[in-house]
């Protein structure tokens, strides 16, 4: 689901019935995408813009078959039971949008993602998006077949706003794009930056991957050691965003929730080094995604 | 939240972990005991580090002292507002270590220094970091330090106390290993506000002394469930632009633009997700409340599901109460932007407010040199 959002890939919603699951089936069925099933516990019966709801996963499967994808929407307190209701109906990935929940929850769900090799984009993830094939989530905003031209770049970010920026950004400039994906920015999180180039190196139509990145308490550590490890197959380039961190007071949560201002910028010039020598494109804004990909041999 | 050094340690003495002896808070000069066994160490009550080095921490050994030691610590860490003093018995002599429990990227982790007592970072030690399993609340190795320090059963209270307590950070620095039993001598605890619906009988000092009155405003809002969806974040800055962003990442590049073209932020003030128009409209009067504003640049990314006609109601309802005579500049699109766009412009009519309507084809790096011309 990483590296394409494939044409009729099945998805359940959770929290189907609430203000904002309504609104992503909306959202969903508007870009095609099939929305197989809805559940709430207690609302079994109902349907949101035709999809039949559910009390559980299991009598939803049950009616429906095996599903490819679960889309949840339910409020932090119920996250961690429904991501464990997921887990034991074995669907391979799930996609939180919820922000805000307890970190002891947060740290038991990608523990148990992990255990049950399930892929887990988010929390606070507005989704992914393939160019013509559908979305899960609200990535892309209320209009994407009219936004978005297809193409072959495809955008990594953990600012959802950002990734629809750079997506609206690059369309300007007759760059057409193949898939989006927004990870979320929690400071516990399932899918990172390197699973995500990962999964696109996979897909044959994207040719070239952008990721948008904060540098805001990030010392990019965690990026220096995946390119340092990693053969890339295709072009990369990174924005690094974040700069003015300095004239903010210590301790403040500056741009996402983990960006507590605290960098080490001898690090982070050194990481960022790393990240160039392993052959990746640096450039200091979005608007530089224009020329930078331009200059490419391969676009 | 972080807690206050007393109550922290209370929270501690509720899991059997041992802290000083004799524990006790003045609030005040007046409320100092007479009836104090000395020597005792006394602390001035900050939620800021670094404390014994800028004379916060001090052995007593009278009550006039204990009474000089607390004007003279009011006076030092004035600009930090202390809540007061805590006193307690000096704990038996031995070896002082750093231990804590903390969440990284991936989870739950475990970090003893053998150098206690000082800035973790400054240590010349390597620390042994052990992560913790967050399902079953055990650590994943049992490396030779805990052996060493007998610090086994210690280890399971802490972690106990870590996880029913839901803790973001509990660190114990020092930690002093005694003969029979390690001290917590201080404590530093944040909570995870995420997870105060799990503790709404918990009664703890409010630790929002050092806010200023527009910060104090922004958290009551929300923390009042009246005041529904994601919450608005406002810090206030030196300067005298007045700024109301959208989206984290989109809040960096406009912060980064803005500084590098040589603007100064009033404020940091940024709401994502789905926020009330009420929220917004709370957070935009916080934001025109502070003076000397050279104008107001209202922006963020094009939203893939913020309402933009919802979140503009809000925005447009506190401009035309307040009717800033600066110049307001927007760059916002996303769902619902034509609707806002309109719920704005007929405001700025309406009250005559000089207002420009940025077209999301200009980036958001343009529309920052756009206002900051503006300014001039």
Known sequence: ?299 | MKVYEFEAKKILADYQIDTPAQLNFFASKDDISKNLEYPVIAKVLILSGKRGKRGGVKEINSFEELVSFYDEASAVFASEKPLGILTEKMAPAGEDIYFSISYNKTGPILVINQSGGVDIEASKLASVKIPIDPLTKKITSKPAVISRFKLKGFTDKVLKCFFEQDCELLEINPLRIGQDRAICLDVKMILDDRAGFRHRERQLTKTNKNLTERELVMAEINSNPDFKGSPCRYVELDGDVALLLSGGGASLIIFDALVNGGAKPGNYSEYSGNPTKEKVEALTRIILSKPNQKGLLIAGGIANFTLIDETMAGIAKALADVKPNYPIVIRRGGPNEKIGKKIIMDTAVKHNLDITWLSSDKSLKEACQYFIEKLK
């Open chain 1, 1 to 299: 689901m990483l590296s394409e959002f494939k044409t009729n890939a099945k998805i359940l919603v959770q929290g189907a019935t609430g203000r904002e699951g309504q609104r992503a089936i909306e959202f969903m069925k508007n870009y095609g995408t099939n929305v197989v099933a809805g559940v709430t516990p207690g609302k079994g019966g109902q349907e949101v813009l035709g999809v039949p709801i559910f009390n559980s996963i299991k009598e939803a499967l049950g009616k429906v078959g095996p599903v490819d994808a679960v889309s949840t929407y339910v409020p932090p307190p119920a996250c961690l039971s429904a991501i464990k209701e997921v887990i034991e109906s074995e669907i391979p990935f799930i996609h939180l949008i919820t922000d805000g929940v307890p970190y002891q929850d947060l740290a038991s769900m990608v523990k148990l993602c992990r255990d049950n090799n399930v892929q887990f984009l988010g929390p606070g993830s507005l989704g992914v998006l393939t160019i013509g094939q559908g979305r899960v989530g609200f990535l892309g905003g209320t209009d994407p077949k009219k936004d978005y031209q297809a193409g072959e770049v495809s955008i990594i970010s953990r600012s959802g706003g950002m990734t629809n920026e750079v997506a609206h950004y690059l369309n300007q400039y007759g760059i057409g794009l193949r898939t989006m994906i927004h990870l979320g920015s929690d400071k516990i999180s399932g899918a990172n930056v390197g699973e995500a180039i990962n999964a696109l190196s996979q897909d044959k139509q994207t040719k070239i991957i952008v990721v948008f990145e904060e540098i805001v308490n990030n010392d990019l550590s965690d990026l220096a050691e995946f390119f340092s490890k990693q053969k890339l197959n295709k072009p990369v380039i990174i924005s690094l965003t974040g700069i003015s961190r300095n004239i903010m007071p210590e301790g403040v949560s500056f741009g996402h929730v983990d960006a507590l201002l605290k960098g080490d910028s001898n690090l982070l010039n050194k990481n960022i080094g790393r990240i160039k020598s392993a052959g990746v494109v640096t450039v200091d804004s979005y608007e530089d995604f224009v020329p930078a990909i331009k200059n490419l041999s391969t676009y």
